[in-house]
């Protein structure tokens, strides 16, 4: 029997399409399922004429991969892929490398990297991005973990990621957790860009009264531009003028406002309080999606709660254009501090992430795939160093230019009684940004008043804390 170039375990959606990428570029596969049934309908649907061998055990499955095996695990995080590791390990040798390509916890990746190596085997925390089109055509790929297993696994990787003007969306990230961190990370900036979008739709339709059909045409323009070239603004554009052929109503007017969430942006809020590094516009979009889900309580106080009925009376073409140029300053924000995030956390864990190598990464296959992420490559390539996107040349200029547009948005939102959280995050993180002094000199002094925390002052050297008897 010929052996097989790669194991793929677990065949839903992402695993099919995994594999089913990886037979194309020509690397025989094979695949195996804890539920026999879902392994032979794959087998007689779609990997139908492709060269691929079903097993039906665990032992069949490695004893058909060459050495050293590579495995990708497919299955739901958490105790799943535990669960699987552990039926793995007795049958396995030294150098086989087991590849997690799930959304797990980088701190569950920390601690599979940190077992298997010590037992020769090599683990792989790979961050997948892209959905099941990328997944089958070309996904963004994030591996962190045991560095000779890349190095193994690169000829395959390459050829599976979406490729892009300088090469493929995949990189070494670096060691342990790192790949998973990125990725976490990765969702947590896709978390605040789907906010902004959703606020500044319901600004359009419900601030300037545009019709589908309308916001259809804006947001296929703003896909136009430099500024807002997206998947996600393409998907958007995408979505309106979809009909219901049940009622032909539009779509989107008949799906319920209460988001999902699947953990990984709550993962990054908690990550960023960890390491006190402020990512506001991400917090802002995990909150929104927790209190879209309080539908029927929100039904009962908007019958209880009256706003206000201000209406929009300024000139719609000039606003929809305020409007874009309020999006792009958020975005701007949303990236400058998931970057941030990611730079913290590989000093403070050591995973020596190339910043410039993750936004290029970015730049095909991902659900952030953006324009602008060629911009944020070049900004840290020029300026390793770079404490902050917004202070790169060109993001600077761009929100110096755009700032009043920014804010004129924000006001006529807020006199509409508009919720905007993403939007007012982001003006908010620029403001304190730029600001020489914060109000946090009165925040120490009631620290030191009621708990004797001390505090440093502006007329002696940094360093040196101070502690006042206030009522004395």
């Known amino acids: 029997m010929t052996k097989r170039s790669f194991g793929v375990i677990g065949l839903a959606v992402m695993g099919e399409n995994l594999a089913l990428n990886v ?58 892929v535990d669960g699987v590791i552990q039926q793995l390990k007795p049958l396995l040798e030294e150098g086989d490398m087991i590849i997690d390509g799930g959304n797990s916890l980088y701190e569950d990746t920390e601690r599979r990297t940190n077992e298997l190596e010590a037992t020769g085997l090599g683990f792989m925390g790979m961050g997948v991005s892209g959905g099941e089109e990328g997944a089958l055509n070309g996904p963004s790929l994030m591996p962190g973990g045991t560095e000779t297993a890349y190095h193994e696994l690169e000829p395959i990787l390459t050829k599976i990621a979406a490729q892009v003007d300088d090469g493929a969306c995949v990189t070494y990230i670096g060691p342990r957790g790192a790949g998973h ?32 059909d309308k916001l259809h045409e804006v947001f296929s323009h703003w896909n136009t531009t430099d500024e807002l070239n997206s998947f996600l603004i393409e998907i958007t554009a995408n979505i309106f003028p979809k009909k219901d052929p049940e009622t032909g109503k539009h779509l989107i007017d008949l799906i319920v406002d209460r988001a999902g969430q699947k953990g990984t942006g709550s993962w990054t809020v908690v990550s960023s309080l960890d390491l006190g590094v402020p990512i506001p516009t991400i917090y802002a979009a995990v909150y929104a999606r927790a209190i879209s889900s309080y539908k029927e309580e929100r039904v009962l106080a908007s019958k209880e709660l ?24 958020s975005k701007m924000c949303s990236y400058a501090q ?45 300026n390793p160093n770079l404490p902050n996107l917004l202070l790169a040349p060109e993001f600077k200029q761009s929100i110096l230019d755009r700032q009043q547009a920014w804010r004129d948005v924000i006001v006529l939102a807020t006199k509409m009684g508009i919720p905007i959280p993403a939007f007012s995050a982001s003006l908010n993180y620029f ?42």
């Open 338 to 382: 998931g970057m941030a995030l990611i730079a913290k956390a590989s000093t403070e864990y050591k995973y020596n992430i190339n910043l410039p190598e993750v936004a290029r990464i970015w730049k095909g296959g991902c659900i952030i795939k953006a324009g602008f992420l060629g911009k944020i490559n070049k900004a840290f390539t020029d």
């Open 23 to 80: 037979e194309s570029r020509g690397f025989p596969i094979a695949v195996y399922n804890r539920s026999p049934n879902k392994t032979e309908e794959f087998m007689a649907t779609r990997a139908q004429g492709k060269d691929v061998k079903a097993a039906y055990s665990l032992e069949e499955f490695v004893q058909t991969l060459e050495r050293p095996r590579k495995i990708l695990v497919m299955v739901k995080a958490g105790a799943p």
């Open 181 to 212: 961190y990125v990725k976490m990370v990765h969702n947590g900036i896709e978390y605040g860009d789907m906010q902004l979008i959703a606020e500044a739709y319901d600004l359009l339709k419900n601030g300037l009264g545009l019709s589908n």
């Open 431 to 472: 403001d304190s940004y730029r600001s020489y002094r914060l109000p946090q000199n009165l925040t120490q002094a009631q620290r030191d008043y009621f708990g004797a925390h001390t505090y440093e002052r502006t007329d002696k050297p940094r360093g040196e804390f101070f502690h006042t008897e206030w009522t004395s």
């Open 306 to 329: 009256t706003g206000i009925t201000a209406k929009f009376d300024d000139d719609v073409d000039s606003f929809i254009s305020k409007i874009k140029d309020a999006l792009y300053c």
